[in-house]
């Protein structure tokens, strides 16, 4: 499997909303780079961490968070760059609708690091609060 084909499985599992198939692509001790200044930033380590600060995010979210490919994956190396979209909408009536960029790296056919960009984040940070 190339890193290409790993970061396409990851993201069309999670797209089916299939997490274990999605999470089996993470190496064992990957490590999730969240962007900004909000309750969900910092790095996450391991798969368990990132599952429950993407569970906290669907249930801030009520279940409507939702993350798509939004152009051309490119690869360098063991590098993979996903232009993403994201949109979410809280009970208060406050939604996000933004680009970013999704970086993974790839070892051994499995994602060991990814690195979160978004096109706003004061605007992420103030959605997603402290």
């Given at each position: 499997?190339t890193?290409?084909?790993t970061?396409?499985?990851y993201?069309?599992a999670?797209?089916?909303g299939d997490?274990?198939a999605a999470?089996?692509?993470f190496a064992d001790?990957v490590?999730?780079?969240q962007?900004?200044?909000?309750k969900?930033?910092?790095?996450?380590?391991?798969?368990a961490?990132?599952?429950?600060?993407?569970?906290?995010?669907?249930a801030d979210?009520?279940?409507?968070f939702?993350l798509?490919?939004?152009g051309?994956?490119?690869?360098?190396?063991?590098?993979?760059?996903?232009?993403?979209?994201?949109?979410?909408?809280?009970a208060?009536?406050?939604?996000i609708d933004?680009?970013?960029?999704d970086l993974f790296?790839v070892v051994?056919?499995?994602?060991?690091?990814?690195w979160l960009f978004s096109?706003d984040?004061?605007v992420e940070?103030?959605?997603w609060?402290?």
């Amino acid at each position: 499997m190339t890193v290409l084909d790993t970061v396409v499985n990851y993201l069309a599992a999670l797209g089916k909303g299939d997490v274990p198939a999605a999470f089996a692509l993470f190496a064992d001790d990957v490590k999730w780079h969240q962007p900004g200044n909000n309750k969900f930033s910092g790095i996450k380590n391991g798969s368990a961490n990132i599952g429950e600060m993407i569970g906290a995010m669907m249930a801030d979210t009520q279940g409507s968070f939702a993350l798509a490919p939004n152009g051309n994956i490119m690869v360098n190396g063991s590098l993979v760059a996903c232009p993403v979209r994201f949109s979410g909408k809280k009970a208060d009536g406050s939604t996000i609708d933004m680009t970013g960029i999704d970086l993974f790296e790839v070892v051994n056919g499995k994602i060991q690091n990814v690195w979160l960009f978004s096109d706003d984040q004061a605007v992420e940070d103030q959605f997603w609060g402290k």
